[in-house]
């Protein structure tokens, strides 16, 4: 395996950082000049040198974690997008209109995207574009009862993998990322725009890490700005204050663990995109995010935990209970949050780490599929404990990582 040299994609990163932190003040958590850091969601230049190179000298979980990633199905260059113009997708994914290739292509998009990036191979970058352009050459609505959590969930993984190639690939077209920039205003936007409120909070998180993902690649500090401001004081169940409690309890605890996993996982992809961006909403409301993933890590870790029975938004919700549904089956989210509490900010993290290290210890060998089970392996069913999904690209990414750009303090 050949990567690109490392020592120019640092040499580009220094250079830009200079300019980004010399243009960057902030004024009440808004960027100052609607200057953005690029690439900035999810990942930085840095963030991509860093695990490249730990791949590069063979360093593990590093090396593991790439091979999981780069022999996933969604890395394949065989892989074929299936866009439609009309997608909807109903209650659990009932109708399921175009809403699964959405997923499925937004993750290969995504993947090649990354693969590019570490190898240096372009024919990843060119299946990365060639899949972002049939869907935003092709797609004309997205509906139905769940359109706002699809654009929420999937849409984020179109937008990184747009985003890396719009900053590290010379070779995409301007009018085909006009295209790209058409879509997310024209027909993702209107959809999201307004949350929902009273949902429970995983939607209003999965819009959060959308919107912020997409003012960035679009560079629009008005829309950049509404998502910061909803996290810190929505008045939905998935802003800060809202979807937990002192105690680090969620507003979905009392739901299933697997739809709490979900909603803390979109808060953390939020936070990270803005603390890219220099702006920092991980220590919101005492580090509050901390408090929320120590709370289910522990719980799904088999310990126990307090709970108080808690009612959502307007009342919607009522859950008198902690929930046992999904206990013990870990979503693979809690490396960036390990990292950036434990790592940059030099906090506590225990059972966080802990969940962090048994999903590291626990990866199937071959190929994966999208539900996270081996190919050839036997699939669990949305609500049992099964096994919990490979955390490849998790650790890849964000495992053992501190950063030298701070983001600025809410």
Known sequence: MCLPDLNEVMILYQMRIVVFLLLLTSVNGAIALGQFAHPGVAHSLESIAFA????????????????????????????????????????YNNPDIGSSEFSDDAKA?????????????????????????????????VGNHDAR????????????????LKHTWDQWPEDEQ??????????????????????NGNWDASMLQVMIAMAVFLDDQKMFDKAT??????????????????????QESGRDQA??????????????????????????LDNRLLKGFEYTAKYNLGFDVPYQPYRSVEGRYFYETLSRDSRGRLRP???????HYQNRQGLKATYTEQAALKL??????????????????????????????PSHLDTLMYAGRSSSVQGTTE
């Open 52 to 91: 490249r190179g730990n791949v590069e000298a063979g360093e593990q979980p590093w090396l593991s974690a790439w091979e999981g990633v780069s022999n996933s199905r969604y890395a394949s260059l065989e892989y074929q997008a299936r866009p439609s113009s009309r997608v909807e997708r109903g209650p």
């Open 109 to 141: 998009a995504y993947y090649h995207s990354l693969c590019w990036a570490f190898s240096g191979e372009e024919a990843h970058a060119v299946k990365a574009a060639e899949v972002i352009n049939a869907w935003s050459g092709t797609l004309r609505s």
């Open 149 to 164: 959590l699809l654009i929420g969930m999937s849409g984020y993984h179109f937008c990184v993998a747009a985003e890396l």
């Open 178 to 199: 006009s295209r790209f920039e058409s879509m997310l205003r024209d027909i993702w936007y209107p959809v999201i725009e307004d949350f929902h409120p009273t949902a």
């Open 229 to 250: 401001d909803y996290y810190l004081s929505g008045n939905g169940n998935g802003a800060i204050g809202k979807y937990f409690m002192e105690s680090g309890q969620c």
């Open 259 to 284: 739809h709490t996993q979900m909603g803390l996982e979109f808060l953390a992809n939020t936070c990270e995109t803005a603390w890219i961006q220099g702006v920092d909403l991980y220590g919101a």
């Open 333 to 339: 989210m809690y490396e960036r949050v390990l990292n």
């Open 360 to 389: 590291r210890m626990n990866q199937p060998e071959g190929r994966v599929d999208r539900d996270g089970s081996r190919r050839g392996g036997r699939r669990e069913g949305r609500r049992g404990r099964g096994r919990s999904t």
